[in-house]
């Protein structure tokens, strides 16, 4: 190996990240983890309802049985193989984890206890209380302290370093990409640009191999989506912008409750534990325990008949809703000034997962990116198919995060590349951009505004229920928006600390992800999973059976449907 | 309504338009609206990811969990370095768990009953927002200490029935650490999680002595006499 070189750069510093980063370095490779805040604030931090092993504590369960409720939950645009790797890999996540550390409650018998959520066929989600993500993620935080990782953190992800010329936000930096444009299939990855959010100086981390894990692109639907400010798809967005491959970006699971007002997230156990969904007249309207596509449009339905829907937790009583849910009291308390222990919880369905992503094969490596692997959220590992199952994704990002650190060091070692020898101009094109927002672009117009718009109008047009009219609208507004950008730029233009870049390269990503969210919403006229159509209210699978995959060639996006084996 | 930031140790005021609404919220407004550099912190919204905790009259709260009154003024976290408004530097605090070293040091099989989880269930429901950190007046004299968030994680490890080498953690909170504390309680107050760190430290102390160690503080108090009353 070359002397210096750095082996696993880890983009992504949540559960999927950090997992692949404990991985990596087990398996002897070096590791740097790089992330745009701080490890403890990414997502996994709000996963509050449970991660997936079927060990049978409570409730009879079997491999076979996760695996079946997977599958059926996912519609048919699951890989099947990947799906079993998953659910037989389940207990072994959670052993792992609990030789961490991880203090998940138990049971009378002293095992790890387990939950009910929906569209599971038995007791299979392990918690720890409603913080399952957030005891998670700061365990294997401070097992990474323990191994002594390096973590660099406030570093913004801008491009991936490519032996294919220049990848970038403006047309003028894609201008070289035409030059010496490869075949897609060839482009290697040689580590990426970031910018220094403290100083202001953008620096290039050269590795010979790269993992992205940076999480999904529910922050397309701002204010309407329990997501964290940050889930703005900026590992999605880069890959495409190197020319690697996205698909199934249609499917965006919408939770069927959040808090009304805020859009914060009330987590399904609620229902699990025996919640019921009612209307303005009392009602029960649906089977609480539904997969969430289902629960979801139910609501929706109603809500569009004028009625108010509200989540019934008055009848758990106090002891057990504070023993069980002492997170969710207290958020419906300080967002409503609700006591649910008295009162009706008023909720609304909003965007909660991203099913589609960077696309991956089953070694997790980016399809059309050498060097370069995908992890978690923002991967389509094909695990959730058309709708994930609840509790999956913490599995998702334990399992599949230590797959990718060992499959990233498996093949370093095999290899000897010129990885930091191969010259590009990356660094000074994204210096020159970051350069040209600092000192040239006026703000004639308030992006803010215009996100917060767009947002508002995903929801209502490319969310729960879908339009081809109202979905072609939205995608010329946002091909307006982007051709504006121009116009917009930043406010503040001092180099250091300054937020105010930040948001607006996020809001960037956000165009070209919502971009192809848009057309494969437009192309699927069916209804599977997550994604429906009132015109198209069936599952079409002589036609639709199929991944729908996005790249970027000659700078145009293309598309094609890949049809699923099996 | 009116409130005042404390920027670069100017106070600027700003008038918003709500009657009510969460700190975050009103720094966002005037963000998007008013002054894109106004410079802060913050990512989940829900009170879970530790980043937008400031200082409000003084006290310290998540900015998403606060709901803002008339005048109120707020101020970056303490003991930090102050990057830009109420953005701070917390990458040097966290040195603080590296120092203390918390984390389980040798895992071992064991029997775990839902009272080992409660005995730690507060203690692990810890956020990082770095609030204790922030109302610790120990740091005022000394920079060095390792200060509660860092010792109640300590303790969180050595109360686990998986930990085999409890001694490894307290022999590393001995400098700077659990005896520099004068359990005055304002971590306990001011925690957004209701975790107590000063209840923390006491049963680390009381794990500690079990180990031979003893009240440094006590001994030099101890004016020759033997301590033996």
């Known amino acids: ?566 | 309504m009116q409130i005042k930031i404390n920027r670069q140790n100017n106070i600027e005021s700003f008038e918003l338009p709500f009657q009510s609404s969460t700190l975050l919220k009103a720094l966002y407004h005037i963000k998007n609206n008013e002054d894109n550099s106004l410079t802060f912190s913050s990512s989940c919204r829900s009170g879970v990811c530790g980043t937008c905790a400031v200082r409000v009259n003084g006290k310290e709260v998540l900015a998403c969990s606060y709901t803002i009154q008339e005048g109120d003024l707020v101020e970056p976290l303490a003991y930090h370095e102050v990057q830009r408004d109420l953005k701070v530097n917390k990458q040097k605090v966290r040195e603080t768990l590296k120092q203390a070293t918390a984390w389980l040091q040798q895992s071992q099989e064991a029997t775990i009953t839902q009272e080992h989880i409660h005995l730690t269930e507060k203690q692990s429901d810890c956020i990082l927002c770095d609030s204790c950190y922030s109302s610790c007046p120990v740091l005022e004299v000394n920079p060095n200490f390792i200060g509660p968030f860092a010792l109640t994680r300590a303790y969180r490890y050595t109360a686990d029935p998986r930990e085999r080498d409890i001694q490894a953690i307290i022999d590393n909170i001995q400098s700077n650490g659990i005896w520099d504390c004068t359990l005055c309680g304002n971590c306990t107050e001011v925690c957004p999680q209701g975790i107590d760190p000063k209840m923390d430290i006491t049963m680390l102390r009381g794990t500690a002595s079990q180990f031979g160690y003893r009240d440094p503080n006590f001994q030099a108090m101890d004016f020759g006499f033997g301590g033996g009353f």
């Open chain 1, 1 to 566: 190996m070359e002397k210096n070189m750095l082996d696993i750069l880890i983009i992504g510093s949540g559960g999927a990240g950090l997992s692949s980063a404990l991985s990596s370095k087990e398996a002897g490779a070096s590791v740097l983890v790089v992330g745009k805040s701080y490890p403890t604030a990414s997502q996994t931090s709000m996963a509050q309802g449970g991660m997936n092993a079927s060990l049978g504590n409570v409730t009879p369960d079997s491999i076979q049985a996760h695996i079946d409720d997977t599958i059926k939950s996912a519609h048919e645009l699951c890989n099947k193989e990947m799906v079993k790797q998953l659910c037989e890999d389940a207990p072994k996540s959670i052993e792992w984890l609990e030789q961490l550390g991880v203090p998940f409650d138990r049971t009378a018998e002293n095992r790890v206890a387990q939950r009910q959520l929906g569209g599971a066929s038995s007791k299979r989600a392990c918690y720890a209380q409603d913080y399952t993500g957030l005891k998670i993620l700061h365990t294997l935080y401070d097992t990474c302290l323990k191994e002594g990782i390096e973590m660099r953190e406030e570093y913004f992800l801008l491009n991936l370093i490519t032996d294919n010329g220049i990848g970038g936000f403006s047309p003028e930096q894609d201008e070289a990409k035409a030059v010496d444009s490869k075949s897609p299939k060839n482009i290697t990855v040689l580590g990426a640009t970031f910018l220094d959010i403290v100083t202001g100086e953008v620096k290039e981390i050269r590795a010979k191999n790269t993992i992205i894990a940076t999480g999904g692109y529910g922050g397309l639907y701002k204010n309407f989506s329990t997501n964290s400010e940050g889930a703005t798809g900026d590992g999605i967005a880069v890959v495409l912008r190197a020319g690697g491959y996205l698909s199934d970006m249609e499917f965006v699971q919408f939770h069927p409750t959040a808090l009304k007002g805020s859009a914060t997230l009330i987590s399904e156990s609620a229902r699990g534990e025996g919640g019921y969904l009612v209307n303005t007249k009392g009602e029960r309207f649906i089977d609480e325990l539904l997969p969430r596509d289902v629960v979801a449009r139910a609501i929706a339905s109603q809500i569009t008949q004028g009625e108010e829907v509200f989540l019934d937790l008055r009848h758990l009583g106090e002891e057990k809703l504070l023993t069980l849910m002492p997170q969710e009291v207290h958020l419906c308390k300080l967002h409503e000034n609700i006591d649910p222990v008295h009162q009706l919880i008023p909720i609304k369905p909003v965007a909660h997962y991203s099913m589609g992503g960077i696309d991956v094969n089953e070694n997790l490596e980016v399809t059309g990116l050498k060097n370069c692997y995908a992890v978690g959220e923002c991967s389509n590992a094909k695990v959730h198919g058309a709708n994930r199952l609840g509790g999956n994704s913490l599995l998702e990002i334990i399992s599949l995060g230590r797959l990718a650190g060992k499959n990233a060091v498996g093949c370093v070692f095999q290899r000897t590349d010129k990885t930091n020898k191969t010259t590009t101009k990356q660094l000074e094109s994204d210096q020159e951009y970051i350069e040209g927002l600092l000192e040239e672009y006026p703000w004639e117009k308030n992006f803010y505004t215009i996100q917060n718009k767009l947002g508002e109008d995903f929801y209502k047009y490319a969310g729960i229920v879908r339009d081809n009219t109202e979905l072609n609208n939205l995608l010329n507004e946002l091909r307006v928006i982007k051709a504006d950008l121009d116009n917009m730029g930043i406010g503040d233009k001092n180099k250091e600390n300054n937020t105010n870049l930040v948001d607006f390269l996020q809001f960037q990503n956000i165009l070209e992800v919502g971009e192809v969210v848009l057309d494969a919403s437009l192309v699927r006229d069916e209804s599977r999973g997550a994604h429906y159509k009132t015109a198209f209210p069936n599952e079409e699978n002589k036609l639709y059976k199929a991944h729908s995959v996005y790249w970027i060639e000659d700078k145009v996006l293309q598309n094609k449907l890949v049809k699923v084996v099996s």
